[in-house]
């Protein structure tokens, strides 16, 4: 069974949430869809850690009834300054927690299956996401942050010319700082934050035709934002509605 967790009031502008999986009773494939996060997934029962790198498309993974795992997921501009590696090179992959974080950081980790309940568990990696923070403050990229966060509140609506003059920044330069820090390229990450928002307003707004949200999200037409769809997600739109 799935669950999320909301992180506390101290972090919460640092991860997405916490998740869990677990006691499922039937093994099942499960449907990842992308969402401009990178999770780190610990695998509890196998003692495995990983990061699941933010994806472009959706990925099915499975599940069985003796899966036991507990994740943070963080949006990919405030996981940047943690990795010993450029996240371009875990997009659409799992990679073990060895390439992206050092030793002292793995030892850290490692108190985690000594703990007793998931409230326990939760508690500890909270700690362990404020200090891990904290540590590395200065590896942060502010303009690549503030670049990310700006598209997510134009909805993923924007063209990379206006995000490097808005940032004093040669095109160049922001599409080599972007990618390595986030994972996607400006136009992907762009892609799938318009995904999201469109696939949101589809599920909420149910008097709203799907042709309306379309142009309203940037797409030139229905069948844009249906082929977008189908490539993220291998869903139709009207399957979100």
């Not at 990178?38 to 003692?47: E, P, R, T, Y």
């Not at 099915?60 to 507990?70: A, G, P, R, V």
């Not at 966060?149 to 993923?156: F, P």
């Not at 986030?182 to 696939?199: C, D, M, P, Q, W």
């Amino acid at each position: 069974m799935y669950k999320e967790i909301k992180p506390s009031e101290g972090i919460n502008n640092l991860i997405d949430s916490f998740w869990t999986f677990s006691k499922n009773k039937t093994s099942e494939n499960f449907k990842v869809l992308p969402d401009t996060c990178a999770d780190l997934i610990f695998d509890l029962n196998q003692n495995k850690y990983f990061l699941s790198g933010i994806m472009t498309h959706y990925q099915l993974t499975e599940l069985t009834t003796e899966s036991n795992l507990i994740g943070i997921r963080f949006k990919t501009e405030m996981f940047g300054s943690l990795s010993k590696i450029p996240l371009n090179e875990t997009k659409n992959l799992q990679v073990e927690l060895s390439q992206i974080f050092p030793t002292k950081t793995l030892n850290r980790l490692n108190q985690l299956n000594e703990l007793g309940t998931i409230t326990d568990k939760v508690n500890f990696l909270e700690s362990f996401v404020e200090t891990t923070f904290k540590d590395n403050h200065r590896k942060q990229d502010q303009l690549i942050i503030s670049v990310a966060q700006n598209i997510r509140s134009l909805n993923g609506i924007v063209t990379i010319k206006d995000v490097a003059k808005s940032h004093h920044i040669s095109l160049r330069q922001l599409e080599r700082r972007f990618k390595s820090y986030i994972g996607l390229t400006i136009k992907e990450f762009s892609n799938i934050v318009r995904y999201n928002n469109a696939k949101k307003s589809i599920a909420t707004l149910s008097e709203t035709s799907l042709l309306e949200i379309a142009f309203n999200m940037g797409f030139f037409d229905h069948s844009h934002m249906t082929n977008e769809f189908k490539r993220i997600s291998g869903e139709n739109p009207s399957y979100f509605r």
